[in-house]
């Protein structure tokens, strides 16, 4: 791919995409250019593959084609008043939890091409999941070509805006619900005796496997479960304490509640923007 790709925001989202981009040979290390206001991050260089770093958001957009927005909701409004007019031709992305299109279009001049897309951390081991909405300026080359690039870094879906608010609560969200499962699974197995190291390792493998066997054994997680549990056996016992707490409209609710979040994000948003 012959495109520059400019990562506003070099954080955790931001410098997660350049190092799995990079290390996925899709693009080479010339062909990013980062930025922050906090150069300590930029101390951090080698996390992100020796990437050029600048601290000049605007110096950034001009030598690229492609502008990534890893910016925090809260001070998007600021990057995209500070950056727009140098935007006009450019493809426009944004990964910020609850930031509509619409949003993005009231910002930027009117024939920006604009991405939503929400990616989530395990981009950075090959495994991340990254949705991706287009506003009416992005061709069907374009996104394609943006969906090639994301593609080396996880299963990209072109799904439709409306459906944001749920994938940023499900998938980009959800590493965090799924890491406190795996460190509460390692801390039973530490509380019946087993070391830390070995429980968190057959933690985190009984929730890889579990989640392949999903995928790829083209069975309900239920009838998966049930091949776990044998009549008056272990993992029924285990089943009840979790059926008797509520288990699964705990995580149902969770879900529903960032979602929510990520609805409130966007109408929380209150800058105005001069064409
Ligand atoms: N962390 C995650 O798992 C995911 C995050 N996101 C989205 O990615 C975005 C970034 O999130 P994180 O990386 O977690 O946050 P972060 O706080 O780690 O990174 C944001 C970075 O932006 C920098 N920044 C702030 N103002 C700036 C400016 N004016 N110019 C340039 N850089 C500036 C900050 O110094 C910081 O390093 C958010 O909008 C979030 O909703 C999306 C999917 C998953
Ligand atoms: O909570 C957050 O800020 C982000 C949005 C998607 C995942 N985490």
Request: proline share 5%.
């Given at each position: 791919m012959d495109k520059k790709l400019c990562i506003i925001g070099l954080g955790k989202m931001g410098s997660t995409l350049a190092k799995g981009l990079v290390n996925a040979g899709?693009?080479?290390?010339?062909q990013i250019v980062g930025t922050d206001i906090?150069?300590?991050?930029?101390?951090?260089?080698p996390v992100y593959c020796n990437i050029e770093t600048l601290n000049d958001n605007i110096k950034a957009v001009q030598q690229c084609d492609i502008v990534l927005l890893s910016v925090k909701p809260q001070v998007i409004d600021k990057v995209l008043k500070e950056i727009s007019s140098f935007c006009k031709d450019k493809i426009v992305i944004s990964i910020a939890a609850g930031i509509t299109i619409e949003h993005l279009e009231k910002a930027l001049p009117s024939s920006a091409k604009i991405i939503r897309a929400m990616p989530n951390t395990p981009i950075l081991v090959g495994e991340g999941v990254i949705a991706i909405s287009r506003n009416k300026n992005v061709s069907d080359e374009e996104i394609s070509m943006v969906k090639n690039l994301l593609e080396s870094v996880g299963r990209v879906y072109l799904v439709e805006e409306d459906m944001m608010d749920v994938i940023t609560a499900l998938s980009g969200s959800g590493p965090a619900y799924v890491y406190i499962i795996i460190e509460a699974l390692a801390d039973g197995g530490v509380l019946m005796g087993l070391p830390r190291d070995l429980s968190l390792e057959f933690a985190a493998r009984t929730v890889l496997g579990s989640a392949k066997m999903v995928l790829e054994s083209n069975k309900h997680p239920g009838e998966l479960k049930d091949m776990v549990?044998?009549?008056?056996?272990?993992a029924i016992r285990g089943i009840e304490v979790l059926e008797n707490r509520g288990i699964r409209g705990i995580i149902m609710n969770a879900v529903k509640e960032a979602a929510n979040r990520s609805q409130e994000i966007n109408s929380q948003r209150g800058v105005k923007f001069d064409r």
């Open positions: 899709i693009l080479k290390k010339e906090c150069v300590d991050n930029f101390e951090m260089n549990t044998s009549p008056g056996g272990t």
